[in-house]
T-cell receptor
Framework: SQTIHQWPATLVQPVGSPLSLECTVE??????LYWYRQAAGRGLQLLFY??????ISSEVPQNLSASRPQDRQFILSSKKLLLSDSGFYLC?????????????FGEGSRLTVL | AQSVTQPDIHITVSEGASLELRCNYS??????LFWYVQSPGQGLQLLLK??????LVQGIKGFEAEFKRSQSSFNLRKPSVHWSDAAEYFC????????????FGRGTSLIVHP
């Protein structure tokens, strides 16, 4: 069966510090991968998605970036964090060849920028 | 462009009472529709989905949803709510395709009183 792992689960970082959140999917190949952010009391904001290695689409211009160095690995990064980057970050994946389109989510990473 | 509206930010029910969470969507063709549940500090879990066939869909944890094309709605229901159902519920709309990007509603927070 397929599983998705995100780490770290919780992170407290000072303003201006770098960020790296990692997401790995197991048990499948060539998935679509997604990064969402969920701010307190708000819905899901799509940040990036990827349909393949090295293929990244950005939905919201900001100081975050994403990379997909391997088929099942998706990394969210920042060179200098802002207070507004605080939130709950969710990674998700989807099978390309499954036409029903549901996403499968990781457990999330809670980022607090102080 | 596709969109999802969840008109209720919070819903409060008593344990054992029935529940209906509203979801309205906008999409140019027959949509794929989903309901997800998110417990505090967790990722999203798929409750149920509709993509074709019977418009009344059964999901996990005793939930069901009905697709009404004429009303562009996909409301979630449960006949008797349990305290463990307290969570955030998200409706989403999407479609098939390699670059699939689902759209999520803002979520409805369910509070269950004993």
């Amino acid at each position: 069966s397929q599983t998705i792992h995100q780490w770290p689960a919780t992170l407290v970082q000072p303003v201006g510090s770098p960020l790296s959140l990692e997401c790995t999917v197991e048990g499948t190949s060539n998935p679509n991968l997604y990064w969402y952010r969920q701010a307190a009391g708000r819905g899901l904001q799509l940040l990036f998605y990827s349909v393949g290695i090295g293929q990244i689409s950005s939905e919201v211009p900001q100081n975050l970036s994403a990379s997909r160095p391997q088929d099942r690995q998706f990394i969210l990064s920042s060179k200098k964090l802002l207070l507004s980057d605080s939130g709950f970050y969710l990674c998700a994946w989807r099978l390309k060849d499954r036409d029903t389109g549901e996403l499968f989510f990781g457990e999330g990473s809670r980022l607090t920028v102080l | 462009a596709q969109s999802v509206t969840q008109p209720d930010i919070h819903i409060t029910v008593s344990e054992g009472a029935s529940l209906e969470l509203r979801c309205n969507y906008s999409y140019g063709a027959t949509p794929y529709l989903f309901w997800y549940v998110q417990s505090p500090g967790q990722g999203l879990q798929l409750l149920l989905k509709y993509f074709s066939g019977d418009t009344l869909v059964q999901g996990i944890k005793g939930f069901e949803a009905e697709f009404k094309r004429s009303q562009s709605s996909f409301n979630l229901r449960k006949p008797s709510v349990h305290w463990s159902d307290a969570a955030e519920y998200f409706c989403a709309v999407g479609a098939s395709g390699g670059s699939y990007i689902p759209t999520f509603g803002r979520g409805t927070s369910l509070i269950v009183h004993p």
